[in-house]
């Protein structure tokens, strides 16, 4: 009982430590959205999926206009702030399941939006436009 236990314990810490490391190369570390690597898998995993189903699938991919002299005016600690805060009035707007938010590079973002037609993408990028204006001219 007492082996068995024991292997129970790092049979727990082993999945422990698979899902941090999962998490460690599919997640954006500054900003907390998915990173490239997963945007990549995810694309081409819906696409095959909405394919087969004949449904839908968007893309919006976000350039965030002025950054560099942003960057290079309020240094760089003020342009990783600015892109946490990005990021999260992104995901504010993206909140379905099937939706993906990444960081796509520097400062560019993207958002996969499964069963979502032209019309309905449009809809989530102009709103997304409105929330991060909204914050710059806030915060």
């Known amino acids: ?43 081409h995993q819906e696409w095959r999926r ?3 189903l004949q449904q839908p699938l968007s893309l919006v991919l976000l350039d ?15 342009g990783d702030r600015a892109l946490i805060e990005i990021s999260k009035a992104i995901k504010n707007i993206v909140q379905r399941p099937a939706d993906l938010v990444a960081r796509y590079g520097g400062e560019e973002f993207v958002v996969i939006l499964p069963d979502t037609d032209e019309l309905g993408a449009t809809k989530i990028a102009e709103r997304i436009c409105f929330a991060v204006r909204s914050k710059i001219l806030i915060g």
């Open 1 to 43: 009982m007492i082996e068995q236990s024991q292997l129970h314990e790092k049979l727990f810490a082993a999945k422990e430590e698979l899902q941090r490391l999962t998490t460690l190369v599919t997640i954006d570390f500054l900003t907390q959205v998915a990173n490239r690597r997963r945007f990549e898998e995810y694309i």
């Open 64 to 78: 965030v206009d002025f950054f560099k002299f942003y960057n290079d005016t309020y240094g760089h600690q003020a």
């Open 50 to 52: 909405m394919a087969r």
